[in-house]
């Protein structure tokens, strides 16, 4: 599904609001009609119908792509459904398929998969605060002038983002087995991104966009699946 956000934001010369009315429109009609010869969203009608994903969480995932169509600046509230709707939700319907239809173990993790969601979104809006800020005039985090970001903000957001974490980290834990390599992974992923992230200095988040390397990528999958293999987790 990250086929519709991505490519809005890129279509500057075209009508977004029409671009992602269809993009809707052609989601849905592929969910009930079964099949769509788009093969990402066929692929997506398929795990929806397989795993009977609730479509309020697709709506509230498209919604969220609507708010950037019209969005720069979120007050807290905003900003709080923004973050349920481009992330949270994702992690619902990732559990959805994880659990494999046991809807007590679905209730018992979809806080936790919530939480994880949120973390790396707010990471993304971190590491992302360049290109949001200066290329698009967006700014995500609520209550924050730009012009004045700051280590003492920066440490803010980060403490709410390890609480984020340290949740997310715990659901990991409960999740069935054969799902948890994955989830455990890009974990690791982000929460070495974040760690990097933590120890960059404000006014460079500003001016760069922080990234890990690709040799370092490569030791957080093969350390991921040896912990994983091993329940060193």
């Known amino acids: 599904m990250h086929l519709g956000p991505q490519n809005l934001q890129v279509f500057h010369d075209f009508d977004k ?16 009609e079964g099949i769509s010869l788009n093969p990402i969203l ?16 697709i709506d509230t995932f498209l ?14 509230s905003k900003y709080e459904e923004y973050i349920l709707g481009s992330a949270e939700v994702v992690g619902l ?8 239809g046991d ?13 994880l969601g949120a973390a790396f979104q707010k990471i993304n809006f971190l590491r992302d605060l ?27 957001i980060e403490a ?22 994955g989830v455990y992974m890009a974990y690791k992923y982000y929460f070495k991104l974040f760690k990097k992230i933590k120890r960059t200095p404000a006014n460079t988040i500003l001016n ?8 370092r990528k490569v030791r957080i999958l093969l350390t991921s699946y040896l912990r994983h293999n091993l329940n060193l987790l």
């Open 93 to 100: 319907m990732c559990l959805k398929v994880f659990v494999e």
């Open 160 to 181: 709410d983002i390890e609480l984020d974490f340290h949740q997310g980290y715990l659901g990991i834990l409960k999740l069935p087995k054969k799902a948890r390599f």
């Open 130 to 156: 360049k290109a949001d800020y200066q290329e698009l005039g967006r700014t995500y985090f609520p209550g924050i002038d730009l012009q004045e970001f700051n280590a003492t903000v920066k440490k803010e």
């Open 17 to 32: 609001a029409a671009l992602l009315k269809t993009f809707k429109e052609d989601t849905y009609k592929a969910i009930n």
């Open 208 to 215: 760069e966009r922080v990234r890990i390397p690709n040799y």
């Open 42 to 57: 066929n692929s997506f009608q398929w795990v929806v119908n397989t795993y009977q994903i609730p479509h309020e969480l």
């Open 103 to 115: 809807q007590e173990n679905y209730e018992e993790l979809k806080p936790y998969a919530m939480k």
């Open 63 to 76: 919604n969220s792509m609507e708010m950037d169509l019209n969005k720069s600046a979120y007050d807290q």
